[in-house]
């Protein structure tokens, strides 16, 4: 089984033709609550995609709390680890326009309490096949999990979203780092997506770098990078298409396939999501996945 610990929000997402500049209001088309957070999408992502996932997180004790585990309990996550605590659930403010771009403001409400594991934690992680980590938790909770994944052998996988400079410790317990190719430039001041995975082979043994539509590149020490292409679709909405393609790698990899064959995967399983509008409400399933991925 899969471990995830992360976040989870209320997705509250406008859609507009063009996204507002500063200063300025536009009239948006339509308005969506849709369940979110990267911890819980990654968590979905790999639910549907075929494993047994638990999640372990907070969610607030108001109404978007509710709707998130049960969300979480739709997709066959395991919230049994994921707790409720006093006051505001997480909540992602989300600007999507025609182009299928998106722009995020996060706040972290109930995840901001995610600071420590308790033993029932450790216990799931340490027995996990993979540990799915993203930022969107104190930096603490994410450590820890790292460490006990790493004191039981457990493969780790970061997201490291959004951007923030990470404590060597972290790194150094990362088995596989998945940035996107904003998240590498920010980590390493280098811009080209290749340059900059050769940079963080110095810290963590494999980067995959996610580059939109143009793909994602693979790095391991000692070999050159390779380039996996995405598949070409018709966008309708990116939102979640990262968290989409971690949480198909992890389930990929703990199958036993190859990276390039993991990565070609998780390519069918994102470009599935970005036809459809939403995170995880627009992840796709295992047979859809399979199928795509033949295709
Ligand atoms: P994030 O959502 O974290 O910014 P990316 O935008 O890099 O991540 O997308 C992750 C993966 O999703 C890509 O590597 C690609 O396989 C797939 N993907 C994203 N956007 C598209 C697109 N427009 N068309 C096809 N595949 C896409």
Redesign the pocket.
């Known amino acids: 089984h899969i471990a995830v610990l992360g976040s989870t929000n209320m997705d509250l997402v406008a859609y507009v033709a063009k996204a507002p500049q500063r200063g300025e209001t536009v009239t948006g088309r339509e308005f969506r609550t849709l369940p979110g957070g990267k911890g819980a999408n990654q968590a979905v992502a790999a639910a549907r995609a075929g494993a047994t996932v638990a999640m372990i997180g907070a969610v607030g004790n108001d109404p978007f709390g509710t709707q998130l585990r049960s969300a979480l309990d739709h997709s066959g996550v395991d919230t049994d680890l994921l707790r409720t605590v006093e006051g505001q659930s997480g909540t992602a403010h989300i600007v999507v326009d025609d182009d ?1 771009g998106n722009a995020i403001v996060v706040i972290p409400g109930a995840n901001a309490t995610l600071t420590a594991l308790s033993a029932g934690d450790k216990a799931e992680i340490a027995s996990a096949a993979a540990l799915l980590l993203q930022l969107e938790v104190p930096l603490e909770g994410v450590l820890a999990a790292a460490r006990t994944a790493r004191e039981h052998g457990v493969r780790t996988l970061l ?1 490291p ?1 959004p951007a923030q400079p990470l404590p060597p410790e972290l790194l150094a317990a990362t088995d596989l780092l998945l940035p ?3 998240e590498a430039a920010a980590l390493t001041g280098i811009t080209d997506p290749a340059a900059a995975a050769r940079a963080l082979l110095s810290q963590v043994p494999e980067v995959v770098v ?4 143009a ?2 590149l693979y790095a391991a020490r000692g070999a050159e990078p390779v380039t996996v292409p ?4 018709t ?1 309708v909405d ?1 939102t ?6 971690a949480g198909a790698l992890a389930v990929a990899l703990c199958e036993g396939k190859s990276l390039p064959g993991a990565l070609s995967w ?2 069918a399983a ?2 599935l999501a ?1 036809r459809r509008p939403g995170a995880s409400t627009s992840m796709p399933y295992r047979s859809e996945i399979d199928a795509e991925a033949g295709a």
């Open positions: 299928g997201t979203a996107n190719e904003h996610t580059l939109g539509a793909g994602s995405a598949r070409r679709v966008a990116t979640g298409a990262g968290d989409t393609f998780a390519s994102s470009a970005v």
